[in-house]
């Protein structure tokens, strides 16, 4: 599940730039083939090298994370985790996703947690660790005060800054509804 997740993840990404690519090159080529307009044979191969760069990146994307998910010990056991944003909690450790990079922490490893809202609205945790940052991205500001209460019951040495920690500080807590029908 982890790896599918991660996986429609990437590939929403690149949902509207692979086609829209894909698009201009066969616009351009009809239309040249249709008026013999050198201007636009030289548009179309123009976007289809940068349709090649961005298959390149998009699929070396892919296959390194797959290569880093296949090094996460016990991958199956988040199966059953608590999934917020890229992030998949379970009651000794965390998995989560980033630019490109996936980390397995424990807790004891997150040394500060910081709340920060972005220009759009969206809200996240910043996870500072000494692997590198890891933003998750919260639903609203009450789930991340009771993830930020979570973190900190699970590490205490962990620093909160921009929010103040709220709810009961359990697994089941952060995401309440996960197992009412």
């Known amino acids: 599940m982890v790896k599918r997740y991660i996986q429609s993840f990437i590939s929403m990404k690149y949902v509207f730039v ?9 616009v351009c080529t009809f239309l040249y ?16 090298i940068i349709l090649f760069a961005v298959m390149v990146f998009y699929y ?3 296959l390194s994370v797959n290569h880093q998910l296949k090094q996460v010990k016990d991958l199956d056991d988040f199966s059953d985790a ?5 992030a998949f909690f379970l009651e000794e450790r965390m998995l989560g996703y980033a ?11 997150i040394e500060t947690i910081h709340y920060r809202s972005d220009s759009r609205g969206k809200m996240f945790l910043d996870l500072h660790t000494a692997k590198g ?5 919260m639903a609203l500001k009450d789930q991340a005060k009771r993830v930020a209460m979570f973190l900190q019951t699970k590490n205490p ?9 709220a709810g009961e500080g359990t697994l089941h807590s952060i995401d309440p509804y996960r197992n009412e029908k």
């Not at 692979?18 to 066969?26: I, K, Y």
């Not at 040495?157 to 920690?165: D, F, K, L, N, R």
């Open 60 to 62: 070396k994307e892919k």
């Open 82 to 86: 608590v999934m917020i944003g890229q």
């Open 133 to 137: 940052d890891l933003p998750v991205e």
């Open 33 to 48: 083939t249709s008026s013999h307009n050198e201007v636009l044979r030289y548009i179309g191969i123009g976007f289809g």
């Open 99 to 109: 630019k490109g990079k996936i980390y397995d922490l424990s807790y004891g490893e």
């Open 18 to 26: 692979l086609p829209g690519l894909a698009l201009g090159v066969f």
């Open 157 to 165: 040495q962990a620093e909160v800054t921009g929010i103040e920690p």
